[in-house]
């Protein structure tokens, strides 16, 4: 019986810095979760990880997984079949202050894995290929709030460190609001605005880098064979890496709104309350030439996997019955409620500090041997401090920045930090009131205005079921000064007498990723 169908058409004008057309991509669902563990075969092989992770794709995960493990498994949590690549990313707990348990936070609908073809002859990945994104013991930010334009982006604002850390993301959910921007926030609110604002819970987003060195398929701390490009999704590779592989972009929402009103606040697996040590794990595991074919053909605009022939898809339910057999160590550890403390004793650290090494509340000390993380940014950068950037802030640490603007600078005082509840945490942490400049500067915006056509075809109930778009069309272009801050110096007063310490898709998505900006939609 022929499908009916109908034409919906739009025109979906915007304002953007870059008049770049849309990249291919698209978007990997992950609606089931192979595992929960204390499993990382990159940083730990062969031993516990001391924090818990959510985990995602082939069941052949374990302790000691690599590339033919993965390939070995029997099935993926994924929606292609010949993916058995592993994605994983520390579990998100609530921590009851009124009882001292901590609640595992649901995930809504899984993993989202984008595979973004940004940049020109982009690569599969090489065999054995993996990586790490983020740092799980970084406790601030240690630029700008909010980012300068990205056009501002140079000397240390293009540093690795500094992209490694704009590449993490909390986008609050209400889809009855306009959507935020990706990665527009790199810090997790505290837990009173997740409760007024964030009715569908927050959007935890990650990039990975996508600047390859071209020869290793991985590096003592599975970082330094990567790099991100300038704009962090986009933009030049530096020296050394300059072959461009498959950017692969994170996104798992997590309902904190079901914690709405009770006493507490979130953190990480780390121990981390502040959202600045998030990270995320890569182990390829692409059957042999899938995924090159894929970056070949597969560019279709959509992002949709259904609209590239090479992937063959299973459903939602199949993908849910795929898990991995958890090690006989671990198999007795209940992750989903901890009574009288956090997953295996991690004191949860709120910062500013670097949070290693790993502290304990039993006093244990970590049983891994694992190379010493050091923090990516110190050489750049000094003195740290607490400041407040209102209530949507949360436990938010930025670090004085130099400019060798010569412009004026105003001067306004900060109140304290926002946070209310007692800390878990063994030492104080002194959080002082500081005094912040913002440096002005005259800036020339380029402002492009574009228009282009989609066309959205819709079975009989209406049933999006394929999605066409036309030309991208500059419709006018125009040029404006304005005067706006490119960097911020704070100062700090002289440390007072130690105190106990203060703590603190169901919209539409749109079918098309342009450069620089995507829809989003609950998983």
């Known amino acids: 019986m022929p499908t009916n169908m109908r034409f919906d058409?739009?025109?979906v004008a915007f304002l953007a810095a870059f008049s770049g057309v849309a990249d291919a991509f698209w978007r990997l669902p992950c609606r089931g979760r192979s595992g929960l563990a204390r499993l990382d075969p990159l940083v730990s092989p062969g031993e516990p990880s001391y924090h818990v992770h959510t985990v995602h794709g082939s069941n052949g995960f374990g302790m000691e997984a690599d590339m033919n493990s993965l390939l070995g498994g029997s099935c993926t949590s994924c929606a292609v079949k010949q993916d058995k690549s592993a994605y994983w990313a520390p579990a998100l707990y609530f921590v009851d202050e009124d009882t001292g348990d901590s609640e595992l936070v649901d995930e809504v609908g899984g993993l989202l894995a984008y595979y973004l073809l940004y940049g020109d002859d982009v690569q599969a990945f090489p065999d054995n290929f993996r990586m790490i994104a983020g740092d799980p013991f970084q406790r601030n930010f240690t630029w700008p709030v909010p980012d300068p334009p990205k056009s501002e982006w140079t000397g240390d604002q293009g540093s690795q460190a500094a992209l490694a850390q704009k590449a993490l993301g909390f986008n609050c959910l209400n889809y009855a609001a306009t959507a935020e921007p990706s990665l527009g926030r790199h810090f997790l609110p505290e837990k009173s605005y997740l409760d007024e604002h964030c009715t569908d819970g927050v959007r935890f987003e990650l990039m990975f880098p996508s600047c390859w060195n071209g020869k290793d398929v991985d590096s003592d701390d599975h970082k330094s064979h990567m790099a991100y490009p300038s704009l962090v999704m986009d933009g030049t590779c530096p020296e050394g890496f300059e072959t461009r592989v498959v950017s692969i972009f994170f996104e798992t929402i997590w309902n904190t709104y079901a914690f709405k009103d009770r006493n507490g606040y979130f953190a990480l697996s780390t121990g981390d309350p502040t959202g600045f040590g998030y990270h995320g794990d890569f182990m390829h595991g692409w059957e042999s030439g899938v995924l090159e074919e894929a970056v070949k053909t597969c560019t279709n605009p959509s992002?949709?996997?259904?609209?590239?022939p090479v992937f063959e898809l299973q459903s939602e339910l199949e993908q849910?019955?795929?898990?991995?057999?958890?090690?006989s160590i671990l198999k007795d550890e209940d992750l989903t409620t901890i009574k009288?403390?956090?997953?295996?004793?991690?004191?949860?650290?709120?910062?500013p500090e670097y949070a290693f090494p790993i502290q304990y509340a039993n006093g244990n000390q970590p049983s891994t041997t694992s190379a010493t993380p050091k923090p990516t940014n110190d050489a750049d950068l000094g003195l740290s401090v607490s400041i407040d950037l209102g209530a949507v802030a949360g436990n938010i640490h930025a670090a004085e920045s130099k400019t060798e603007s010569t412009s004026t600078t105003t001067s306004t005082t900060q109140p304290p930090p926002p946070p209310t509840t007692t800390s878990t945490t063994s030492t104080s942490t002194w959080t002082p009131t500081p005094t912040t400049s913002y440096v002005k500067s005259t800036v020339t915006q380029e402002i492009v205005w574009v228009e282009q056509q989609i066309v959205v075809m819709v079975d009989e109930n209406d049933i999006p079921v394929k999605t066409e778009t036309g030309v991208v069309e500059i419709l006018s272009t125009a040029y404006k000064t304005v005067t706006r801050t490119v960097d911020t110096v704070v100062t700090i007063p002289t440390e007072p007498p130690a105190e106990a310490p203060a703590k603190r898709d169901h919209h539409d998505h749109l079918k098309a990723h342009k450069r620089h900006q995507h829809?989003?939609?609950?998983?």
Do not use: R
């Open 519 to 523: 829809g989003h939609h609950a998983q």
């Open 340 to 351: 009288g403390g956090f997953p295996n004793d991690i004191v949860v650290e709120w910062g």
């Open 303 to 308: 992002g949709q996997v259904e609209d590239c």
């Open 9 to 11: 058409t739009s025109v």
């Open 320 to 327: 849910g019955l795929c898990s991995f057999d958890i090690p």
